[in-house]
């Protein structure tokens, strides 16, 4: 039996890398986590939904153990034409042109370069504007040949609802609650279930949010 893959990282930066070849003229502002209106209930006393509908989406010890990197063991699902597929946070991210090793796992990891500049290796085909301009996936897997590959998978054509879903992955990372993404344009947002008619149109397959 082959021993078990080691695909551990040196731990850096969890909040942005500087990206070699990145592009400065980025304006990604722009379009980034919309400020909050200041109408909004801050009793003391809020409603559990009111709680969950403002608070960050992820808890902090999580979004650094994405950005740290995740290991997906035999989670990789074949396609044809002997291409893999892995979902990451509701992201269908495709490794293509490799014969994965699907028993030894592959290792994610969100790469965010620095504000103002495009990731050149982005996953996504994204605006200057887009947030997702600064994000990237970086793959870490063993072919069944057992050579170690280190990649950044990449979206071959422009696709809509994968570059809002990207978006809003960035959102999430950063900390933004349910109530900062649907404020905010060019997002895809899904959930399972909720009683607060502000999401209802988001329960899954979920929507886009106003002005996408």
Not at 70 to 96: C, D, P, S, W
Not at 109 to 114: A, L
């Amino acid at each position: 039996m082959a021993p078990k893959a080691d695909l551990s990282l040196v731990p850096n930066s969890i909040s942005y890398r500087p990206v070699d070849g990145s592009d400065p003229s980025c304006q990604d502002d722009q379009n980034d986590i919309s400020p909050v209106g200041s109408d909004v209930q801050s009793e003391g006393n809020k409603v559990m939904e009111d709680d969950f509908y403002q608070r960050p989406i992820l808890h902090q010890q999580l979004r650094d153990h994405l950005l740290l990197g995740q290991l997906y063991e035999k989670k990789a699902r074949a396609l044809r034409g002997g291409n893999y597929e892995v979902t990451f946070m509701g992201v269908k991210i495709q490794i293509k042109h490799f014969e994965l090793d699907v028993e030894r796992g592959i290792k994610l990891r969100v790469d965010i370069s620095e504000p103002g500049q495009r990731h050149h290796k982005h996953f996504a085909r994204p605006m200057d504007n887009d947030p997702a301009a600064r994000l990237a996936f970086r793959a870490m897997f063993y072919t069944k040949l057992g050579e170690r590959v280190d990649m950044y998978p990449q979206s071959e054509k422009y696709d809509k609802k994968l570059l809002m879903q990207v978006n809003t992955l960035f959102d999430v990372l950063k900390g933004a609650s349910l109530e900062q993404i649907i404020a905010t344009p060019r997002r895809f947002l899904s959930i399972q279930k909720s009683a607060d008619p502000r999401l209802s149109k988001f329960i899954s397959p979920g929507d886009f949010t106003e002005g996408s």
